[in-house]
């Protein structure tokens, strides 16, 4: 196997390229920084070759979709493209990347803080050796000098203290597990399936046993279940050694998707796939509220773009594809009764070829 | 197809970056000469006295000029079926001698020659700039685009027997849009064909993109930008938007059918062979210039093929509401209706006839009740009699022939006390109950047969044609066909339930 280069994109130009940095120079963040997504390499034939610049680009507006969160607006992106391949899980790829970097710098006292401030009785999710237990908040308290929370599982109507320090091990919402086992598991690692290389490169994180550690619902992908499914689980990615040769793995191993883990229930989660031809959300899914909902084709949209008021939007509109007229219609009107400034957020993020972008920012709740 | 690796879309990005369009004029007297006396003549028909004569007349020559206009063939080849067309324009200008006068007779003579002429004539100038484009070319990957799959096959006999066209891929849009990338792509058609394909412009899927237009012809690239305020990635090549007019033209939108969709609803309408309930339904128009009408009830479905889908998730049971442009649905090859109530009916065996007469005389029974008394009487009748769920909406359900029975035997109940038939209450709706198990095993048994149909199959005749049949193994209710669905109807309509599912012929419909 040998480094080679993308067709249309050489290794390296994309440095030289306007998107990321200067939105990065007009925030004044590190959010739209290049990222360490572009360490991927794709597999090209015999050869592993870096993202193209059209694929760095969807990563980019996938970041952008998390910074440009605000309390009661929505970041609106539309982007029509040659081909659908890629684009969705690209754009949310970038997304579950900003938010695992966003996770890093934010404060374990500022999630403490949350917890605390929940009411008796209310869901939430305890991660203990890998595996999710659904459990309710009891109290804040105090023991032996340790702040922390008490947790009740609801099979056993026990509480648990957890200390401050561990808080992290604590997501709002009921998810996972109803029972946890008689005996606390061990993790068995020869079931393990991605490469903490792969993750931890291709993310540019420190820890990947950290980043799986919690569930950080970034991004629903809504679309064809199948060639979503190709696209995380299949096609071949890589990232390049430090002490040489390559690491494989799979989008899905940097993106954590909940319909494919092997443990739907157990497992945490970073993103989740939902078919476009579903005809009722997922309650529990829905009440989840994640940041960025990508859109993957006409039809997703057009059938499912009210069922999450808070998230922002990130259209992917087939050229090729019968509904895009359509769905392009819907988001026009949109622009034009929802837009709240004239600001195009993502005005920095130079399109690639072949790619129309329209980005504004809209009220969030409808 | 499955999908594409990141490889293949980047092929795609790099076409788009890198492909020029290109427009070819192609010229020919005798056909301009025709175009021009059609247009003359709907021109003055328009408005004018004899309206409705002249419109008739103006659509039959719209529909022996529009193959003419987008087939690479000989003009005096066999599928343009000149000898029928001739022949019904014939009997036409009779009646115009008889009872018309003036330049219309004037126009229609000299329309009628002009066809006449071009049956008889054996150039073949869309055909020929195909060849010379080809030639010009000397390796790589070469592909035609039609914009109907029932032009293939004639394309492909006559390019077949030329030198250097036996290995042209022959292509409709949605079999590019599933195509891996060319070097050298001859779009045939005006582009108003393909307003409903724009990336055969937008985002094309060959290095070189000839757009054959004829001389006489005005005709533009459509509009790229789909999006109110966006910015576009700028290609690195481009062709001209508009091509150099040469002479006085005029617009290419003429050129292309329009859908008649009240023709076509009156047509599917007809397909009913028994009185039955109304019920509302959408009207599809088909690959290959079939129609048909399917449920639009709430609770409707239908069964779809996913072509890019493998497995069994290529058959999918979806709201009828949710049937659009490009979809695969699936429909029995010959004498419509419900595919499950065939399949049911199969599987009772000589009990069916009973069961379904059962089915018969309760719906009958409701239905006359409903129009004495009035839907509104008979709801407020059916709860004093016990009906739990009696409203407009469930008694409109019970009537039609896709509700064997009610959920509740409460409302069942009732509504047998409301039409007489009290005392035959417990042996209908256990009959009816059958009926539903029967039911409900055949759609398991058609999915199940489906899914070893299809699952595997090969359906790139289904994409490049958008009509295939199947043969479920073993079973005697005739073969399926699964067709692409090319227009839905913008609106509902009321028709008689027996004329769901009945497929119709409506290629001469589509003019308007």
């Not at chain 1, 008796?120 to 804040?140: I, M, Q």
């Not at chain 1, 990508?294 to 019968?322: I, N, Y």
């Not at chain 2, 007349?57 to 022996?64: E, H």
């Not at chain 2, 006449?116 to 990957?141: F, H, I, K, T, Y």
Request: charged letters at 25%; hydrophobic letters at 40%; a negative charge.
């Amino acid at each position: 196997m040998v480094l080679g280069r993308a067709t249309s994109t050489p290794l390296g130009n994309w440095q030289e390229g306007s998107w990321g940095r200067s939105l990065d120079a007009e925030r004044n963040t590190d959010s739209f920084d290049s990222g360490p997504t572009s360490n991927l390499l794709f597999r090209a034939g015999s050869q592993f070759v870096a993202l193209p610049e059209w694929a760095r680009f969807f990563v980019a507006v996938g970041r952008a979709a998390v910074a440009a969160r605000e309390s009661g607006r929505r970041l609106v992106t539309a982007l029509v493209v040659p081909t659908r391949g890629f684009a969705g899980v690209l754009v949310a790829l970038g997304s579950v990347e900003a938010q695992a970097h966003s996770d890093l710098h934010s404060a374990t006292d500022e999630h403490f803080a949350r917890l605390t401030s929940l009411s008796r009785g209310d869901s939430v999710t305890v991660l203990e050796v890998g595996k999710k237990y659904r459990a309710s908040f009891d109290r804040p308290s105090r023991v032996n000098s340790i702040d922390g929370i008490f947790v009740v599982y609801e099979q056993e109507q026990m509480t648990y203290f957890i200390p401050r320090a561990q808080c992290r091990r604590v997501s709002i919402g009921s998810l996972g597990r109803d029972k946890r086992p008689r005996r606390t598991p061990k993790r068995d690692r020869r079931v393990q399936r991605w490469s903490a290389d792969f993750v931890e490169i291709g993310l540019g994180i420190d820890s990947a046993s950290e980043f799986v550690a919690r569930d950080d619902f970034t991004a629903l992908l809504i679309g064809r279940v199948n060639e979503l499914q190709y696209e995380l689980e299949e096609a071949e990615f890589a990232v390049q050694l430090d002490r040489g040769g390559f690491e494989r793995g799979h989008l899905e191993d940097l993106m954590r998707t909940k319909r494919f883990a092997d443990d739907k229930v157990g497992e945490t989660f970073r993103t989740e796939v939902m078919s476009d031809r579903a005809r009722e959300l997922d309650p529990a899914l829905t009440a989840l509220e994640p940041p960025v909902v990508v859109f993957d084709g006409g039809r997703a949209f057009t059938k499912h773009k009210f069922g999450w008021p808070e998230a922002s939007w990130a259209v992917v509109l087939d050229q090729s594809a019968d509904s895009t007229g359509e769905a392009a219609e819907v988001l026009n009107q949109y622009y034009v009764e929802h837009r709240v400034d004239d600001d195009d957020p993502l005005r920095a993020l130079k399109p690639p070829p072949g790619v129309e972008v329209t980005s504004f920012l809209a009220r969030a709740t409808l | 197809m499955t999908a594409r690796t990141l490889a293949q879309v980047d092929a795609i990005y790099d076409v788009a970056v890198r492909s020029s369009l290109r427009w070819e004029i192609v010229d020919s007297e005798p056909f301009e000469t025709f175009d021009v006396a059609v247009r003359s003549l709907q021109h003055l028909a328009n408005g004018g006295p004899e309206e409705a004569f002249w419109l008739e007349v103006v659509r039959k020559l719209r529909d022996a000029r529009w193959p003419l206009s987008v087939t690479p063939v000989p003009f005096n080849h066999p599928s343009h079926q000149h000898g029928k067309r001739m022949d019904e324009l014939a009997a036409l200008f009779s009646r115009a001698q008889d009872q018309c006068s003036g330049e219309g007779v004037r126009l229609f003579h000299d329309a009628y020659l002009g066809l006449q002429q071009l049956a008889c004539l054996n150039d073949n100038p869309l055909g020929d700039r195909v060849l010379e484009l080809m030639d010009s070319a000397d390796v790589g990957v070469r592909g035609i685009l039609l914009p109907v799959s029932r032009l293939i096959s004639p394309v492909k006999e006559v390019l077949r027997g030329r030198p250097n066209g036996g290995g042209l891929k022959i292509l409709t849009p949605a079999k590019l849009a599933d195509s891996e990338t060319l070097d050298i792509l001859v779009v045939v058609g005006s582009t108003y064909w393909y307003r409903k394909y724009p990336f055969v412009f937008s985002a094309p899927r060959a290095l070189q993109v000839y757009v054959l237009k004829w001389a006489w012809i005005n005709d533009a690239f459509p509009l790229f930008e789909l999006l109110i305020s966006s910015r576009s990635g700028a290609r690195r090549a481009s062709g001209e938007t508009t091509p150099r007019i040469q002479r006085n033209s005029v617009g290419a939108e003429d050129l292309v059918p329009r859908v008649d969709w009240t023709a076509i609803e009156s047509r599917v309408r007809s397909a009913a062979t028994e009185v039955g309930e109304s019920v509302s339904a959408s009207v599809c128009l088909l690959a290959q210039g079939w129609a048909v009408a399917i449920g639009a009830e709430n609770d409707s479905t239908v069964r779809i093929i996913e072509p890019s889908l493998a497995g069994d998730q290529r058959i999918q049971e979806i709201h009828a509401g949710d049937i659009e442009d490009g979809d695969y649905l699936l429909l029995r090859s010959h004498g419509g209706g419900e595919l499950v109530a065939a399949l049911a009916d199969e599987e009772l065996g000589e009990s069916a006839v009973d069961l379904r007469s059962k089915q018969r005389a309760w719906k009958s029974a409701l239905r006359a009740e409903v129009r004495r008394s009035g839907p509104d009487s008979v709801v407020r009748r059916l709860k004093k009699l016990g009906s739990p769920r009696a409203n407009l909406m469930n008694l409109r359900n019970w009537q039609t022939a896709r509700f064997l029975r009610t959920q509740d035997r409460a409302d069942f109940n009732a509504i047998m006390k409301l039409v007489g038939m009290g005392e035959e209450a417990h042996a209908v709706w256990d009959a009816m109950s059958t009926l539903t198990n029967a039911h409900r095993k055949a759609g398991h048994k058609i999915t199940k047969l489906l899914q070893a149909a299809a699952a595997d199959a090969d359906l790139a005749t289904l994409v490049s044609t958008g009509l295939m049949e199947f043969h479920l193994e073993g079973q005697d209710v005739g073969n399926l066909t699964i067709c692409r669905v090319d227009a839905v109807a913008p609106t509902a309509v009321e028709i008689n339930e027996h004329s769901l599912g009945q497929r119709v012929r409506a290629e001469d419909l589509w003019l308007a």
